[in-house]
């Protein structure tokens, strides 16, 4: 079993930043593929971005591309997203999620078998 908890989320302006981290505790951490998914109310939950065990390959959604930022530090458990030049179309509950299968399938969230509760991110204009 593993446990994801997600932390940093807040309230911004437009054109903030935003550093969003997720610790893992049980198996191990740096076996497992990471994503960072998010969901609007009303929508459908939506790939963010995602990386692989060793932050060697990491994957964008086309409107995070240049602006935010995955990565991982395997010995303190955690993924973070960076998250710069926000909009208010980026307000939602942010997850992180684990894949442990060794198969990386980024942008699906059905690829991962763990999910973290969720932290809310909220950008005004």
């Known amino acids: 079993q593993v446990r994801l908890v997600e932390s940093g989320g807040g309230s911004v302006q437009a054109g903030d930043s935003l550093k969003l981290s997720c610790t893992a505790s049980g198996r191990a951490f740096g076996g497992s593929t990471m994503g960072w998914f998010r969901q609007a109310p009303g929508e459908e939950r939506e790939f963010v971005t995602g990386?692989?065990?060793?932050?060697?390959?990491?994957a964008y959604a086309d409107s995070v591309k240049g602006r935010f930022t995955i990565s991982r530090d395997n010995a303190k458990n955690t993924v973070y997203l960076q998250m710069n030049r926000l909009k208010p179309e980026d307000t939602a509950v942010y997850y992180c999620?684990?894949?442990?299968?060794?198969?990386?399938?980024?942008?699906?969230?059905?690829?991962?078998?763990?999910w973290g509760q969720g932290t809310q991110v909220t950008v005004s204009s």
């Open positions: 990386v692989t065990r060793t932050g060697a390959i990491t």
């Open positions: 999620a684990a894949d442990e299968s060794g198969v990386v399938v980024f942008r699906s969230p059905r690829s991962y078998e763990y």
